[in-house]
Nanobody
Framework: QVQLVDSGGGLVQAGDSLTLSCAAS????????VAWFRQAPGKEREFVAA????????AYGDSVKERFTISRDNDKKTALLEMKSLKVEDTAVYYC???????????????????WGQGTQVTVSS
């Protein structure tokens, strides 16, 4: 089975940058579509970004577009989420997610993903 470990969260100030990491084990990383979601207390889980198996295609939620960048290194079995110009409203628990299925139309739905990291807290202060 796939195991994911996400890390890199912390407390930062508005306007700062932070990079999250998702490390995979148990399966070949290159067979997985990878995504990031986030969830703030009392709110729905929100799609952040996704990347295809080979890294050739990416997608972003409207709220993070042009500020966040998702990437992957299949040799290192790692995906990154580079976050810039962080805002207070970016505060949430961020989760790495993965699935065997290809990068298809349902990539924004958290129910479409089979494997999840434990979550890493990102807190942005003003």
């Amino acid at each position: 089975q796939v195991q994911l470990v996400d890390s890199g969260g912390g407390l930062v100030q508005a306007g700062d940058s932070l990079t999250l990491s998702c490390a995979a084990s148990g399966q070949a990383f290159s067979t997985l579509t990878v995504a990031w979601f986030r969830q703030a207390p009392g709110k729905e889980r929100e799609f952040v970004a996704a990347i295809s198996r080979g890294g050739g295609s990416t997608a972003y939620g409207d709220s993070v577009k042009e500020r966040f960048t998702i990437s992957r290194d299949n040799d290192k079995k790692t995906a990154l989420l580079e976050m810039k110009s962080l805002k207070v409203e970016d505060t949430a628990v961020y989760y790495c997610a993965a699935r065997y299925q290809a990068f298809l139309r349902d990539y924004e739905r958290y129910l479409a993903y089979n494997y999840w990291g434990q979550g890493t807290q990102v807190t942005v202060s003003s």
